[in-house]
């Protein structure tokens, strides 16, 4: 069984995950699932409705532009949706393999994956080390990821074989524990947008910095534009190298900056 067929469980949610006793595939989650489920809803409600209207022409004028709105709206909703299918079936595995393959690994380098959820990236990292390790840090917001437990990513651990290689903490990006300069690599995905104040979205990108070693590279990706985080990497005294979109990598909205310390 593939890794995204495995994955298809996640679209089930949480629940099917408690009552798996025998997990035997690593199950990454799905990104807000209450919002997915949600665009496929309306997506469908509102295109059944609309063809209904649609298809009694004596209603009049009125009835078949309601009609013609509520497939519109339905199709954009069930599109949205389905994107957000496809990106937690096989999008996130192809985008993550990308993203590693920009890091020039040695093996020994200290790598912070920032939002873990179910282990993407750290995961996706501790294969690439030897001697280095991979610490996922969290807050395990289960709105934002189905099934975003420690057991759960623990399990997947154990399941990739990575366990003396990573490390899970439960800290907020906002104010980490870490000493100055502790990491070679910082990565993350989907992470950021969920801080929704501005002022502490930008923190959390000079708290990133601060960790970060001189010499070493950041790469956040996220469903809206990086430029503020580029930005604020830029005032940080970072070397930003790129910000911009990665939709055909990833399947979905998907952004990433890049940016390194001055050694
Ligand atoms: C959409 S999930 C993505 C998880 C993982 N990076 C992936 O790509 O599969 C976003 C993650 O960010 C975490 N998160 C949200 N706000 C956070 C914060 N302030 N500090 C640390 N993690 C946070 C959530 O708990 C969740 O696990």
């Given at each position: 069984m593939s890794e995204s067929h495995s994955n298809?469980?996640?679209?089930?949610?949480n629940q099917t995950q408690k009552s798996s006793?025998?997990?035997v595939k690593p199950n990454y989650g799905v990104d807000a699932p209450g919002v997915m489920w949600n665009f496929l809803r309306v997506g469908v409600s509102a295109i059944a409705v609309g063809l209904l209207s649609l298809s009694f022409?004596?209603?009049?004028i009125i009835a078949f532009c309601a009609g013609l709105v509520l497939c519109t709206v339905g199709l954009v909703s069930l599109t949205l949706g389905l994107v957000m299918v496809v990106y937690a079936l096989r999008g996130k595995f192809i985008y993550r393999d990308y993203m590693l393959s920009l890091i020039d690994w040695q093996g020994d380098e200290m790598v912070l994956d920032v939002g873990t959820g179910r282990g993407l990236l750290m995961i996706g990292a501790a294969k690439r080390l030897t001697t280095g390790k991979a610490i996922g840090i969290d807050i395990w917001n289960d709105e934002d990821l189905s099934g975003n437990t420690v057991e759960n990513t623990l399990k997947n651990v154990e399941l990739e074989d990575v366990k003396d290689r990573i490390e899970l903490m439960t800290e907020d990006v906002r104010q980490m524990s870490f000493a100055d300069d502790s990491f070679d690599v910082i990565l993350s995905t989907?992470?950021?947008?969920?801080?929704?104040n501005e002022q502490e979205r930008e923190a959390s990108c000079l708290e990133i910095a601060r960790v970060l070693e001189p010499g070493g590279t950041v790469l956040i990706s996220d469903y809206i534009p990086t430029h503020d985080y580029a930005k604020a990497f830029t005032a940080a005294g970072l070397s930003v190298k790129s910000s911009k979109p990665y939709l055909l990598k990833a399947f979905a909205p998907m952004w990433m900056v890049v940016a390194t310390k001055k050694c």
């Open positions: 298809k469980q996640n679209l089930k949610g006793h025998h997990q022409n004596t209603l009049g989907y992470c950021l947008h969920n801080i929704e």
